[in-house]
């Protein structure tokens, strides 16, 4: 399913970006969309990106309506957008087409540019040498960054700490499962605070994981959780749109239940995922807008979490009579934001 709503998105973006090389929006319905403001096919002077004027790009490796990881940063642009602030948004760019729209959106003045997949890395730094006084950013999570390049974590593992409250109180078997795109260490120290946190109401809980090796690769993640569901695995987390929404998949059809993956993507099975682990971006977003502004973006790793407002769990709606989310939640919630409880960072 994400596998064909991509490809058709990409088929879009190419036609697009021939006729127009500065509008970079793949999708004529995405609302987040906003054609750059030069004019022509020229590059825009170097004086532009010192503008008072902040620009804004996002590039996403998918969709703008999966429900979770692009959604998401869609979402926090618009509301930038909602602010005055000029953006753009560029979607399904695959990896080896990044370079060129990264090179397209500098040209043409942005000052900060979001690159929000962990697989842009490498075509980030390559460009921000072309472009020092461009402002980077990339969804590395490693702390990797550069004068001109800034990285951004996604401590999930906080959100997924409190997914495994509820894991613990839901599985009867007290055997949970993780899938991971890939096994990074974002994605492993999900599945490891998942379990850190089932134990502290479950103290047999165990965890089984694995990684599937594509973000967006349905069916093989459905497989891979069935697998699991035959050992015993009866909740899941996911690292990945691909993997949770094979996991809920997978859950549909054993039983068990699921997570979202930052974002609400109960409606794909109201009656398996019982919680949403959310990432509010929008915070995240001002914060590279005022760095920029004030100079200090060089060299940032921004870590914010749920103290910050920008990682959260919700319980879903179809659960909503089965936990008590005030009892639930809200204690654990209260003590990661304060700092009385810190997580366990497990990243390999």
């Not at 697989?119 to 472009?131: L, P, T």
């Not at 990432?279 to 749920?306: C, H, I, S």
Request: charged letters at 20%.
């Amino acid at each position: 399913m994400v596998s064909k709503v991509l490809a058709s998105l990409e088929r879009s973006l190419a036609s697009v970006l021939v006729a127009a090389p500065l509008l970079l929006a793949a999708c004529n319905s995405a609302p987040t969309t906003q054609t750059p403001t030069t004019t022509g096919s020229s590059p825009v002077s170097s004086a532009a990106v010192n503008s008072n004027a902040p620009k804004f790009a996002l590039i996403i490796n998918g969709p703008p309506t999966d429900k979770s990881w692009n959604q998401k940063a869609v979402e926090a642009t618009q509301a930038l957008k909602a602010k005055g602030i000029d953006t753009a948004v560029s979607e399904s760019v695959s990896p080896a087409d990044v370079e060129r729209v990264l090179r397209q959106y500098a040209e043409a003045g942005y000052t900060t540019i979001v690159a929000h997949s962990f697989n842009y890395g490498d075509a980030v730094f390559k460009v921000a040498k072309e472009f020092p006084k461009v402002n980077f950013a990339w969804a590395g999570g490693v702390n990797k960054v550069a004068a001109n390049v800034a990285d951004y974590d996604q401590p999930f593992y906080e959100g997924a700490y409190m997914v495994g409250v509820i894991g613990g109180k839901l599985s009867k078997t007290g055997k949970l499962g993780a899938l991971y795109g890939f096994d990074i260490p974002v994605c492993h120290a999900m599945g490891e605070a998942m379990l850190a946190g089932a134990k502290t109401v479950r103290p047999d809980a165990t965890l089984t994981s694995s990684a599937v090796g594509n973000w967006d690769d349905v069916a093989k993640a459905k497989e891979a959780a069935l697998s699991q569901a035959e050992t015993g695995v009866d909740f899941w987390i996911g690292c990945g749109q691909g993997p949770t929404i094979g996991q809920i998949e997978a859950a549909k059809e054993k039983g068990g239940y699921t997570t979202s993956y930052v974002g609400d993507m109960s409606s794909l099975g109201p009656q398996v995922v019982a919680s949403n682990l959310i990432w509010n971006m929008e915070p995240l977003f001002n914060r590279m807008l005022d760095d920029t502004k004030a100079g200090k973006f060089a060299n940032q790793f921004y870590k914010l979490g749920v103290a910050d407002g920008v990682i959260d769990v919700e319980v879903a709606p179809a659960f909503q009579d089965k936990l008590d989310a005030k009892a639930t939640l809200e204690p654990t919630r209260a003590k990661i934001a304060s700092g009385e409880l810190k997580v366990p960072f497990v990243p390999k």
